[in-house]
């Protein structure tokens, strides 16, 4: 029927919106730009995002409950395997839509304010997902009480996408991950309880 509006749908929106943030620009892109990547006009998408920092931030709500819903997965494995899914817990929550869009990001809000302030609350949630999870290893007696608990998780937040920067030059997520494993195991003292003791 002429005239009628379809309903648009988020994911149809948000994956061609990332992507054209990262290649054309943040500030440069419009709503109207968006809605013609998705396929959609700008007064179909307006119901469900009324401005391009709705859609970011929508974008990054999809990583971090996907990142909420590992953390909250009760894990059974060692010291390791925690250390492994912290990772990739950080991976869902801060670059859902991959390390080259978010890292495109994070250089476009060097001269981007509402860009910046974005991220920077993001990155605020991650940092609160990884408490709870630290408190969680703690209390599965994997890992000892933590110290100075903020600088680990800026630290850990940091190194992550230090490492994850590397991609740009060529460097595997496996090698990445690895080195940001026992980079970060480093940071937590293993409980007693669960580390054999090596014999003299």
Do not use: C
Not at 135 to 163: H, R, Y
């Amino acid at each position: 029927m002429p005239g009628t509006k379809r309903k648009a749908e988020p994911m149809k929106i948000i994956k061609p919106a990332m992507q054209l943030f990262a290649s054309e620009g943040f500030s440069k892109v419009t709503l109207e730009d968006i809605a013609k990547a998705s396929g959609y006009t700008a007064d179909e998408i307006r119901p469900l995002f009324s401005t391009k920092e709705e859609v970011l931030i929508s974008a990054y709500r999809i990583g971090q409950k996907k990142m909420e819903e590992r953390f909250r997965t009760m894990q059974t494995g060692d010291f390791k395997s925690h250390m492994e899914t912290m990772f990739d817990s950080l991976l869902d929550g801060l670059m859902p839509f991959g390390p080259q869009v978010h890292l495109s990001l994070i250089r476009q809000a060097t001269q981007d304010n509402t860009l910046a302030e974005i991220i920077r609350r993001t990155s605020r949630n991650v940092n609160f997902g990884i408490k709870a999870y630290l408190l969680q290893m703690v209390s599965l007696t994997i890992i000892d009480e933590v110290e100075g608990a903020e600088k680990v998780n800026e630290n850990m937040v940091t190194t992550f996408i230090e490492g994850m920067a590397s991609m740009l030059e060529g460097k595997k997520l496996p090698a990445i991950k690895k080195a940001w494993v026992s980079n970060a195991s480093r940071m937590l003292k293993p409980s007693s309880k669960t580390t054999v003791a090596t014999p003299f």
